[in-house]
């Protein structure tokens, strides 16, 4: 059965070998300690003795040095080992190496049609195109051969750039070129210390469909099969690619991963994209959360650190990647819709959804049952098994060559393995009962089959129950476009608030994650179609999808404005981003609730109006500090982590989560409110539009609370462009439930959003 369905909700990017190892395990580390010793400078000599009093007595006892963006290293080291080490001054934290998982084309398009916002001349979306920016992505390697990353019309490599094209196993046919201008890969050692040849090629294709969402070159005529066939193109097409292999066979290793750090620091990138971490509940403290720790020294070098929410939603509460320094992205759904249409007898049409090549003819002539009226005879085996078509509950002799309908709300089963069992029984057809399902394509390959709503089967029910012989037919898969409502938020983007982590809304944005078509490795049979060459270019779901596409906006606004910092990048994209749908109406989840910034942050996020913020909010180095300050780090910790601590700096006396509020983030999140209390925050923007301008604050406020922006008119001048304004927030009775609003600075011109939360909670 594996070439069935291999991926679906979101595990569409989780192949086995992830799947089967927690994502902060370690059972598996084959006893591997990370030793981070905070900012390069002032700790190299304690580093150096460090590691050489181990290899002294142990030759291969460090697999990773970081020297670079930070110091540290990754060693194997005994449970005593550890400890004591973690006693040594100029230790920060000493933790197992983690195992962290993948967070696994009509979507730029479909992004520049929603933007609300008016590009000005000499600023238009074709114009910056991310040229010479330089994207690292961490993730399972790529396929060098794509068209995507052909060098076609680049430019050379720019001088800045350090980075180097690894020599491997297959040197012979992996090559960089000047748009894939490094590659690196870090493999995995054996018990023995000994480290397998290895190489930045991809054997899974996740990292090759990122990098070329995020920067590939334009390719017309791709398509998966002949579906979604237009030009894929990534979203900052003029970038440089540099690959940082970090998944092997094994999972995604925290030390790995602070490794690709290390070096893309050295190397030269100027944004990090990162579609992995930790699973929800599960998120990591600062001083034992590789990524966290790497993106803080990335930032402080001036790289942008883009990394996906997780794929845990659609329960509050589970966001991941949510250090403040980090721009943590949802996922939403395009304007496009993979249609598998089922016939019913009478020639009645159901609207179903997923991807399916099957050959049964357009007329209803095959038999149609439900899995209850299949039931096996055994007398173990109940209705709703059946119903469910869950392994061993159908009659062979009911099912063969019939269409089984089969309902999904059991969540014990995946949906292959109710696949196989219709398959196994004879079935020539397959009709799932999923909402959620039809909102994210799985695939069928070559066998006839469809997903429907819960709403579309109750129609579908009827006409089985009040037909002595039922018959249907399930179409081929067609591609539509122009599909409303979109975006909708995927059912299985994380949602806010952040677990561990008090007065910080996250996730910052929201993007494209739903049936992305991007580049594939092109020796992929178990994603083929029988009797057909492997695809070149695949469609798959996840925040892993939607964090590159953040990411490539990140380089185009890079490109443009070459001298921003990561936060005023950060800002710009959150600003800027959109809040309606393509009915003009407010973003829904696939319930069709309202969307809250619990759901996608600011909005989803607009390439053109990244470009022309208007105005931007900086979070400073010292409010990342204080953040620290607030999760329990005392001075002296902190100037070992940063390498940027002022003299004057102290962590004030009554630090707390309650500062969080305080920092100039480009969000307001506000906890433990009581009733007719006014809690206050105060936020610094820089206006970097029109020299001489004039902004308007207009609140939207829930019912119940009261919100004043003070003063509600900036005025900037030539001599005046960073100016400050303070929010009260007063809850006129204690709120049930968490609130939602949103600030916005307005001069006619551009229009700056804000969203905020303020929530009883503490």
Not at 210 to 229: C, E, F, M, N, R
Not at 722 to 749: C, H, M, Q, R
């Amino acid at each position: 059965m594996k070439d069935i369905v291999l991926f679906f909700c979101f595990f569409l990017f989780l192949v086995s070998f992830l799947r089967e190892s927690n994502a902060v395990s370690q059972e598996k580390n084959n006893g591997v300690y990370i030793v981070y010793m905070g900012a390069a400078d002032g700790t190299k000599n304690r580093q150096t003795q460090l590691m050489a009093s181990l290899i002294r007595r142990k030759k291969d006892a460090v697999v990773h040095s970081y020297n670079n963006g930070f110091s540290g290293f990754a060693a194997r080291l005994t449970e005593a080992e550890a400890k004591s080490i973690a006693q040594r001054p100029g230790v920060i934290s000493v933790f197992p190496d983690p195992i962290l998982q993948l967070h696994t084309t009509r979507s730029w398009d479909f992004l520049q049609y929603q933007t609300e916002v008016e590009i000005s001349s000499g600023s238009d979306n074709s114009s910056p195109k991310g040229a010479d920016t330089i994207i690292g992505i961490l993730d399972t390697g790529i396929w060098p051969e794509s068209e995507s990353f052909s060098e076609n019309d680049m430019s050379e490599v720019p001088s800045r750039w350090k980075g180097t094209c690894m020599k491997s196993q297959d040197s012979s046919s992996f090559k960089c070129n000047k748009k894939l201008i490094g590659a690196r890969f870090y493999g995995d050692s054996d018990e023995k210390g000994i480290k397998p040849s290895g190489s930045a090629r991809d054997q899974n294709g996740h990292g090759t469909h990122v990098a070329s969402t995020a920067a590939g070159s334009p390719i017309s005529g791709a398509s998966y099969y002949g579906l979604a066939s237009g030009t894929a193109k990534g979203g900052s097409p003029g970038s440089r690619i540099a690959m940082y292999r970090v998944c092997t066979t094994n999972g995604c290793r925290g030390s790995s991963i602070m490794k690709a750090f290390d070096d893309a620091i050295a190397d030269g990138v100027d944004v990090l994209s990162l579609s992995l971490g930790s699973s929800s509940g599960l998120e990591l403290e600062f001083s034992s959360d590789p990524i966290a720790i790497g993106a803080f020294h990335a930032v402080e070098k001036g790289i942008l650190v883009s990394c996906s929410a997780g794929n845990d939603g659609p329960d509050a509460g589970t966001v991941v990647n949510v250090a403040p320094w980090i721009l943590t992205v949802a996922a939403t759904t395009i304007d496009r819709d993979f249609e598998t249409d089922i016939v019913l007898g009478g020639n009645k049409l159901i609207k179903g959804g997923g991807i399916s090549f099957g050959n049964l003819t357009n007329s209803p002539v095959y038999p149609l049952i439900s899995g209850d009226l299949a039931k096996s005879g055994d007398n173990d085996i109940s209705e709703e098994n059946a119903r469910s078509c869950v392994p061993d509950s159908l009659d062979g002799t009911k099912v063969k060559g019939k269409i089984v309908l089969c309902d999904n709300r059991d969540g014990a089963y995946s949906l292959s393995m109710k696949l196989a069992e219709v398959k196994s029984k004879g079935g020539i057809g397959f009709i799932l009962v999923d909402d959620n399902a039809r909102t994210v394509a799985p695939k069928f390959k070559s066998f006839s089959a469809a997903v429907v709503t819960e709403k579309d089967s109750n129609e579908i029910l009827s006409y089985i129950n009040s037909t002595k012989k039922p018959v249907a037919s399930v179409l081929p898969t067609v591609t539509t476009t122009k599909y409303k409502p979109a975006p909708v938020v995927a059912y299985f983007s994380s949602r806010g608030p952040a677990y561990n982590t008090q007065n910080l809304l996250k996730p910052d944005i929201t993007a494209p994650g739903v049936a992305i078509l991007a580049a594939w490795p092109g020796n992929d049979t178990k994603e083929s179609v029988a009797g057909q060459a492997p695809p070149l270019y695949n469609i798959i779901s996840g925040t892993s999808m939607s964090c590159p596409h953040v990411s490539g906006i990140a380089a185009l606004v890079k490109a443009q404005n070459p001298s921003w910092s990561p936060s005023a990048i950060k800002s710009a994209i959150m600003t800027s981003a959109i809040q309606t749908n393509n009915l003009k109406a407010p973003i829904t989840t696939v319930s069709g609730s309202v969307a809250t910034p619990y759901d996608i942050g600011a909005g989803e996020a607009s390439p053109s109006g990244a470009l022309n913020p208007g105005l931007i909010y900086e979070t400073s180095a010292v409010d990342y500090l204080q953040f620290l300050c607030s999760v329990g780090y005392d001075k002296s910790k902190i100037k070992l982590i940063s390498d940027t601590v002022p003299d004057d700096f102290s962590c004030p006396t009554n630090s707390s989560s309650e500062s969080i509020s305080q920092m100039n983030y480009p969000s307001i999140a506000v906890s433990n409110i009581k009733e007719n209390e006014i809690k206050k925050v105060t936020r610094t923007v820089t206006n970097v539009g029109q020299e001489d301008a004039t902004y308007t604050a207009t609140i939207k406020a829930p019912d119940g609370l009261e919100v004043q922006v003070i003063p509600n008119k900036l005025v900037f001048t030539n001599n005046s462009n960073k100016l400050s304004y303070e929010v009260s927030f007063k809850a006129s009775s204690k709120p049930k439930e968490d609130l939602f609003g949103s600030i916005t600075w307005t001069n006619g011109k551009y229009k700056v959003q804000s969203p905020f939360v303020v929530t009883t909670n503490s």
